[in-house]
């Protein structure tokens, strides 16, 4: 047993400090990334935000809405590829995997019938030998797919599965998101936002990506994540609750709700598996989020706040906020005295 007695920190133990800026207005900035991946050689140009792969979030609706804004969806691992429509942009949608022999023969027959450019191995720990034998098994199988997987928390993991199990984009968090449990299940986590600068500046460093995945809990924190390295950030919660997400509807009191639930959760395990097996608990919760209605105001909003980010810290194009980025420890990040 050790301790580690370096500060680790979240999205909301920081700010970022603002900067003396050229940029007149919002309009000044550029979203848009061009990005060529390490192993696949695929350049793609987009908007780096990823909606999460859970079956609340990660539907073919969603992935029709937002694929105009040229932001990726990533389809959650449910679906069949009769489920997916071949006028998809096959830029802007991503399959996920689980690493079960099922799992990879859906993969299989998605990639067949479908071609997608992106695959996201998925798994709650990517620390396992079984998934960095099914990511490097993938890589000689489909050498010109962009490869995505974790999730994973530290950087020798990360430059693990990168060279080792050559992955092209690592993903990052554990335990930080909003219907999550791990962290009070396990006592295993890392914070989010320490986590996205470590690991970041690994796989930088060996010419490979990274996404944050979790933790963002208002749109603020998209900032915050491409400051401390993010190429790409991936939400659940953010995308929850609107027409284009799954979950039940309901009304209680006049108001409108839709469910969302962790895919760790009794609720996602009793659904695809009968239940929570009696070798594991859940770590996942299920709540109730306010009906937002389209995910069109809510994707403008993320889109405006990132951009202001950038005009305070004089960041003309989106690689460049980490370079523009110097954050401010603190105890408290905004004025409560209003909150309900």
């Not at 390490?38 to 694929?67: C, H, R």
């Not at 399959?95 to 998925?122: A, M, Q, W, Y």
């Amino acid at each position: 047993m050790r301790i580690i007695d370096d500060i680790k920190l979240d999205f909301s133990n920081v700010l970022i400090q603002p900067k003396r800026s050229e940029l007149g207005s919002r309009s000044d900035v550029f979203l848009e990334r061009e990005i060529i991946f390490k192993y696949s050689g695929y350049k793609w140009t987009g908007i780096p935000i990823i909606v999460a792969n859970m079956d609340t979030t990660g539907t073919i609706a969603m992935a029709e809405s937002l694929q105009k804004h040229k932001i990726i969806t990533c389809l959650h691992k449910f679906h069949k590829y009769t489920d997916i429509p071949e006028t998809l942009d096959r830029n802007y949608y991503m399959v996920s995997t689980g690493i079960t022999n099922e799992d990879l023969n859906n993969l299989d027959e998605i990639i067949k019938f479908r071609n997608p450019h992106f695959i996201c191995i998925d798994v709650a720990n990517g620390y396992s030998s079984k998934f960095l034998d099914v990511v490097k098994k993938l890589r000689e199988k489909y050498p010109s797919k962009t490869l995505m997987g974790g999730n994973i928390v530290t950087r020798e993991m990360a430059e693990e599965l990168i060279i080792n199990g050559k992955l092209d984009v690592v993903k990052v968090g554990l335990g930080n998101g909003s219907v999550c449990t791990t962290r009070l299940l396990t006592g295993v986590g890392y914070p989010q936002l320490s986590a996205v600068i470590e690991c970041s500046d690994a796989v930088h460093g060996i010419n490979a990506h990274m996404i944050s995945d979790g933790g963002i809990q208002v749109v603020g924190d998209l900032g915050k994540a491409f400051g401390a390295g993010a190429d790409f950030i991936m939400c659940g919660s953010m995308f929850a609750g609107h027409d284009e997400s799954n979950g039940e509807l309901i009304e209680e009191n006049g108001k409108k709700y839709k469910i969302f639930y962790g895919m760790s959760s009794e609720t996602a395990m009793n659904k695809y598996h009968g239940g929570v097996s009696s070798y594991r608990s859940a770590e996942g919760k299920t709540v109730k989020i306010l009906y937002k209605g389209s995910v069109e105001k809510t994707i403008l909003n993320m889109l405006g706040g990132i951009r202001s980010t950038m005009t305070y810290i004089g960041a003309k194009r989106l690689k460049d906020i980490p370079k523009c980025t110097t954050f401010i420890r603190v105890y408290n990040q905004v004025n409560n005295i209003y909150s309900n």
